[in-house]
């Protein structure tokens, strides 16, 4: 059973940073694509970032330059560095396996202007 938990969400000024962590477990990690999407007020569920067994990357437009996606193969581990924050980042962040349904409580960012 895939299970999810994130962490490091809260509350930040408009241009600080904030790191979110994936913790992943019930199944083989490393294997498998990862990847962040996030829960924005009044516009849905928005794919952010993923991240492919090997390493690479992709972001959606609206964070290219300052999100970056990582993985830690041996701590089953997925993190999201989140640089020059905005509103439009608030949400709730969740990490997700490629391809499957499975969503963990998901973090939450606020960022204030």
């Known amino acids: 059973e895939v299970q999810l938990v994130e962490s490091g969400g809260g509350l930040v000024q408009a241009g600080g940073s904030l790191r979110l962590s994936c913790a992943a477990s019930g199944f083989t990690f490393s294997v498998y694509g990862m990847m962040w999407v996030r829960q924005v007020p009044k516009k849905g569920l928005e794919w952010v970032s993923r991240i492919d067994r090997l390493g690479g990357t992709r972001y959606a437009d609206s964070v290219e330059g300052r999100f970056t996606v990582s993985r830690d193969n041996a701590k089953n581990t997925l993190y999201l560095q989140m640089d020059s924050l905005t509103p439009e980042d608030t949400g709730v962040y969740y990490c997700?396996?490629?391809?499957?349904?499975?969503r963990g409580p998901g973090t939450r960012v606020i960022v204030s202007s």
């Open positions: 997700a396996v490629v391809g499957d349904a499975s």
